[in-house]
T-cell receptor, first 116, second 115 residues
Framework: GAVVSQHPSWVICKSGTSVKIECRSL??????MFWYRQFPKQSLMLMAT?????????EQGVEKDKFLINHASLTLSTLTVTSAHPEDSSFYIC????????????FGPGTRLLVL | AQSVAQPEDQVNVAEGNPLTVKCTYS??????LFWYVQYPNRGLQFLLK??????LVKGSYGFEAEFNKSQTSFHLKKPSALVSDSALYFC?????????????FGAGTRLAVHP
């Protein structure tokens, strides 16, 4: 199956700093990438959808200026949490989809962010 | 409103017994349905999907799911459970929103398989 990686797998940072998370599709070109957030014992919440070379589409209630998404190439998308605060602590998961291979989204292993 | 429901927070089953994890959906048009599994501190792994065709879909690790249009259900099944199947299972449906296809996930069902 298709492989999606994320880096880092976990990160601890101080309040007020920015953190960048990378999502890469390793064996296919992802026309669309998705960023999710998952709170403990809860389901996934879609934050934004990004298509290569265009601006991300954010879900209602997600702050664009706080969660910066860049999808610069067909294999890389980044999520930057700017001026992180403790309430941003969460598990962030990306997924990738390549339209030519169908509707299935393939997920990365996730990044756990802890903001102190 | 388009939605996915997983009515059980947890399912307990003995190893070797058949298991069922329930999922119902509400969408407009023909549904694209998915099952994913999540192990602790990991992302989601794709198990299977229904797009069209046979109502019984076979997927990874011996799992299968049955699409039932009249009951708007897509229950996940396995004939003989393994302890290693213990994990969190998510049902999802594709919806078109804001010009994009995206997945809506159920709340998840924790499967516990006991030796």
């Amino acid at each position: 199956g298709a492989v999606v990686s994320q880096h880092p797998s976990w990160v601890i940072c101080k309040s007020g700093t920015s953190v960048k998370i990378e999502c890469r599709s390793l064996d296919f070109q992802a026309t669309t990438m998705f960023w999710y957030r998952q709170f403990p014992k809860q389901s996934l919440m879609l934050m934004a959808t990004s298509n290569e070379g265009s601006k991300a589409t954010y879900e209602q209630g997600v702050e664009k200026d706080k969660f910066l998404i860049n999808h610069a190439s067909l294999t890389l998308s980044t999520l930057t949490v700017t001026s992180a605060h403790p309430e941003d602590s969460s598990f962030y998961i990306c997924s990738a989809r390549f339209a030519a291979i169908g509707e299935t989204q393939y997920f990365g292993p996730g990044t756990r962010l802890l903001v102190l | 409103a388009q939605s996915v429901a997983q009515p059980e927070d947890q399912v307990n089953v003995a190893e070797g017994n058949p298991l069922t994890v329930k999922c119902t959906y509400s969408v407009s048009g023909n549904p694209y349905l998915f099952w994913y599994v999540q192990y602790p501190n990991r992302g989601l792994q794709f198990l299977l999907k229904y797009i069209t065709g046979d109502n019984l879909v076979k997927g990874s690790y011996g799992f299968e799911a049955e699409f039932n249009k009249s009951q708007t259900s897509f229950h996940l099944k396995k004939p003989s459970a393994l302890v290693s199947d213990s994990a969190l299972y998510f049902c999802a449906v594709r919806v078109l929103s804001g010009g994009y296809n995206k997945l809506i996930f159920g709340a998840g069902t924790r499967l516990a398989v006991h030796p």
